[in-house]
């Protein structure tokens, strides 16, 4: 047998199982209990949080509620039951596919109560589709039910629409997604430091497919017996060592800006590109931000233990607005820099302002005659060769 990876093998089977979207899973085993499943749904959502997982555990409910048999149960959660029909929008959304399906919808199940469709990525259906689908879903035989899937509701005709219940499902959130990668590590008798299982977590950015998907690679990178390492998550991934970053943002808090430059160079020199260093950068300093204005405990910053307490201290020497000014330089000078044949200078004049934004935002406080460090002001900082900005 062939290696199964682990978003296929922890695949939710219930609606118990299911990770961050309690309120629909609740919502859609009430709507079996009392009776009252509508004919058509659209489920909503980005990629990776459950809807697929969802339908078909929902299609598996209405068939057959008990788990028996348990060859019905187990050939729809795998996508191969000939009562639940997945159908991939994506590459079957001409309009002969849509009549096909129509014509078939007809047939009565074999063996279970409905014949459920699941349209994944249903967006992609052409026009003539939907519109040869919209009479069907309007007045469907009452044996079939309709699983719509999305990742770009939009896209979706309102006509479409209309004639479903919507179920959005959230990204889910980056805590119990480290839960979960806990829970998968412990089945595979695999030890990985706690740093670790957040920076996958936080890096599925709401996606369990994605975050599955991350430490699938760290596993498959691994020596045998050996725990996951944050070293190893930024060799393998390209990430910005996070001690370096730290170091950066030091700099840039001090105004250093001799040493933010070196720093800056020695990040480039792990294989960063301009673009992903700077991404990096702003990444960091959103963080920075977000401590500033709602203090060290805010659970809007996902980091957590060191780099979570380097950022708090950074946060002590950089107020909000500077801070905000900087991911917006961040910005500004990925996109310039994406067309550039001068890339690497963009870098370095934008690792300049950034050191020096602190101490651009104290002088036009002294110019205005404030005293530095008030409302919506920066904070003190240091001048560009460690001398303390004198105050007015």
Same mark, same amino acid.
């Given at each position: $047998?062939?290696?199964?990876?682990?978003?296929?093998?922890?695949?939710?089977?219930?609606?118990?199982?299911?990770?961050?979207? /309690?309120?629909?899973?609740?919502?859609?085993?009430? %709507?079996?209990? #009392?009776?009252?499943?509508? #004919?058509?749904?659209?489920?909503?959502?980005?990629?990776?949080?459950?809807?697929?997982?969802?339908?078909?555990?929902?299609?598996?409910?209405?068939?057959? !509620?008990?788990?028996?048999?348990?060859?019905?149960?187990?050939?729809?959660?795998?996508?191969?039951?000939?009562?639940?029909?997945?159908?991939?929008?994506?590459? #079957?959304?001409?309009?002969?596919?849509?009549?096909?399906?129509?014509? @078939?919808?007809?047939? =009565?199940?074999?063996?279970?109560?409905?014949?459920?469709?699941?349209?994944?990525?249903?967006?992609?259906?052409?026009?003539?589709?939907?519109?040869?689908?919209?009479?069907?879903?309007?007045?469907?035989?009452?044996?079939?039910?309709?699983?719509?899937?999305?990742?770009?509701?939009?896209?979706?005709?309102?006509?479409?629409?209309? =004639?479903?219940?919507?179920?959005?499902?959230?990204?889910?959130?980056?805590?119990?997604?480290?839960? #979960?990668?806990?829970?998968?590590?412990?089945?595979?008798?695999?030890?990985? *430091?706690?740093?670790?299982?957040?920076?996958? %977590?936080?890096?599925?950015?709401?996606? $369990?497919?994605?975050?599955?998907?991350?430490?699938?690679?760290?596993?498959? %990178? @691994?020596?045998?017996?050996?725990?996951?390492?944050?070293?190893?998550?930024?060799?393998?991934?390209?990430?910005? !060592?996070?001690?370096?970053?730290? *170091?950066?943002?030091?700099?840039? %808090?001090?105004?250093?800006?001799?040493?933010?430059?070196?720093?800056? @160079? *020695?990040?480039?020199?792990?294989?960063?590109?301009?673009?992903?260093?700077?991404?990096?950068?702003?990444?960091?300093?959103?963080?920075? $931000?977000?401590?500033?204005?709602?203090?060290?405990?805010?659970?809007?910053?996902?980091?957590?233990?060191?780099?979570?307490?380097?950022?708090?201290?950074?946060?002590?020497?950089?107020?909000?607005?500077?801070?905000?000014?900087?991911?917006?330089?961040?910005?500004?000078?990925?996109? @310039?820099?994406?067309?550039?044949?001068?890339? =690497? /200078?963009?870098?370095?004049?934008?690792?300049?302002?950034?050191?020096?934004?602190? &101490?651009?935002?104290?002088?036009?406080?002294?110019? &205005?005659?404030?005293? &530095?460090?008030?409302?919506?002001?920066?904070?003190?900082?240091?001048?560009?060769?460690?001398?303390?900005?004198?105050?007015?």
């Amino acid at each position: $047998m062939g290696y199964t990876v682990l978003a296929r093998r922890y695949r939710s089977q219930s609606f118990d199982e299911v990770v961050g979207q /309690e309120a629909i899973a609740r919502t859609l085993t009430r %709507a079996i209990e #009392h009776g009252k499943t509508a #004919h058509a749904y659209l489920f909503v959502g980005t990629r990776g949080v459950g809807k697929t997982s969802t339908a078909r555990i929902f299609a598996k409910a209405m068939n057959c !509620p008990t788990d028996e048999p348990a060859e019905v149960a187990q050939a729809i959660m795998q996508g191969r039951d000939t009562d639940v029909i997945e159908i991939d929008a994506a590459s #079957h959304g001409n309009v002969e596919e849509a009549r096909d399906l129509i014509a @078939r919808s007809g047939i =009565r199940p074999l063996r279970g109560m409905y014949k459920v469709y699941i349209i994944d990525e249903v967006h992609m259906l052409s026009s003539a589709a939907f519109n040869a689908l919209l009479k069907t879903m309007e007045e469907p035989p009452e044996h079939v039910k309709f699983i719509l899937c999305t990742t770009e509701a939009h896209k979706v005709p309102a006509t479409i629409q209309s =004639r479903c219940q919507r179920f959005d499902f959230r990204a889910i959130p980056t805590e119990r997604i480290a839960a #979960h990668l806990r829970s998968v590590l412990s089945s595979e008798k695999i030890e990985a *430091d706690d740093d670790v299982v957040e920076r996958v %977590a936080e890096l599925g950015a709401g996606s $369990m497919r994605d975050a599955l998907s991350i430490l699938d690679r760290l596993i498959a %990178a @691994r020596e045998d017996a050996e725990a996951i390492t944050l070293d190893r998550l930024q060799m393998l991934l390209g990430l910005a !060592p996070d001690a370096m970053l730290a *170091d950066l943002i030091d700099a840039v %808090a001090d105004a250093d800006i001799a040493r933010a430059l070196v720093v800056g @160079r *020695d990040l480039l020199a792990q294989g960063l590109d301009v673009e992903h260093a700077l991404q990096a950068i702003a990444s960091a300093m959103r963080d920075v $931000m977000a401590l500033a204005v709602c203090g060290e405990a805010t659970d809007l910053v996902a980091s957590t233990g060191a780099r979570r307490a380097r950022a708090a201290s950074a946060a002590q020497r950089i107020d909000a607005l500077t801070a905000a000014h900087m991911v917006a330089l961040c910005d500004a000078v990925a996109q @310039r820099a994406r067309n550039s044949a001068i890339r =690497r /200078e963009l870098f370095d004049v934008a690792i300049v302002r950034l050191a020096g934004a602190g &101490s651009l935002a104290n002088a036009a406080a002294l110019l &205005s005659g404030k005293q &530095s460090g008030a409302t919506g002001g920066a904070k003190p900082g240091r001048g560009s060769r460690g001398s303390p900005l004198k105050k007015a």
